[in-house]
């Protein structure tokens, strides 16, 4: 069995799993219950995650929700009480983290509701489309929770402090527009328009070398997490790294030759 029907063949009813030109679209497929995440489809997202890090015909992943009404509401509420113990539920294994784990640059393509855990799995990916009619929120809050995959950290880095207090603290909706103006999202479009401007990203993304595409998603994420010195000596490993790749050599031929580079990821 080839990689391509290795990862594809993790697809079920409720997670859609489809690859083009090494774009490989997930969709979450829950659309009567606004796409919240059961225990089955948070295993079923960390299979596809391992699967697609390892997969070479996998270079960038676009994540987004079966109708027009929700992206993802989070875990699906009612399975929370199958958990044991609290301890239990602290070290469960959930969808946040295996997205976390890819290596792969993630686009979401936001199409409606993210709230609470569908928020955070949008804020792990690394760039956000949003449709005009997206509204985002952090409602744990109002349930007597907060977040637990990210949350915190995520919206602050995107939005700020105040901004990310605002939504924890009260667990209200914000619109598209206002995730726009406080950097939850990069661009809003149309929702007819939403997954032609993200498979155009990806695609554009797909055509660049992919070991310096993944070294740039490994980068920006150590600039979050490292004092300004070590992050500085981080990217500057990072570089020498990726320049000496077979894909940097072909890029320099490529420029030296006025032609689009052939890119092998090696």
């Known amino acids: 069995m080839n990689a391509i029907t290795a990862i594809t063949d993790f697809a079920t009813d409720q997670v859609g799993v489809a690859l083009d030109d090494f774009v490989l679209t997930v969709t979450l497929q829950r659309p009567e219950k606004l796409n919240a995440v059961t225990p089955d489809m948070s295993r079923t997202l960390e299979q596809i995650a391992h699967a697609a890090n390892d997969d070479p015909s996998v270079r960038v992943v676009i994540l987004t929700g079966s109708g027009d009404r929700a992206f993802c509401a989070g875990s699906d509420i009612r ?157 500057r490993d990072l570089q020498a790294i990726t320049f000496a790749t077979e894909d940097a050599a072909e890029g320099r031929r490529a420029f030296a030759e006025r032609r689009d580079g052939v890119f092998r990821g090696r």
Not at 87 to 97: A, G, H, V
Not at 106 to 122: M, V
Not at 123 to 129: K, P, S, Y
Not at 205 to 211: E, F
């Open 79 to 235: 399975t929370l009480d199958d958990y044991a113990t609290p301890w239990q539920f602290r070290n469960r294994m959930d969808y946040c983290d295996a997205l976390h784990e890819l290596r792969k640059p993630i686009i979401a393509a936001i199409n409606g509701y993210a709230l609470g855990g569908g928020l955070e799995t949008s804020l792990i990916c690394d760039i956000r489309i949003a449709a005009e009619t997206a509204q985002f929120a952090a409602p744990e809050v109002k349930l007597g929770w907060i977040g637990g995959g990210g949350m915190s950290a995520f919206l602050s880095a995107a939005a700020g402090p105040s901004n990310a207090a605002v939504m924890t603290m009260t667990g209200d909706m914000i619109d598209a527009a206002t995730a726009l103006r406080w950097g939850i999202v990069s661009e809003v479009v149309p929702g007819e328009r939403l997954m032609e401007r993200a498979r155009e990203l990806a695609s554009t993304i797909a055509s660049r070398p992919p070991i310096a595409v993944e070294t740039a998603k490994a980068n920006i994420r150590a600039a979050y997490n490292l004092p300004h010195d070590q992050a500085m000596a981080y990217e």
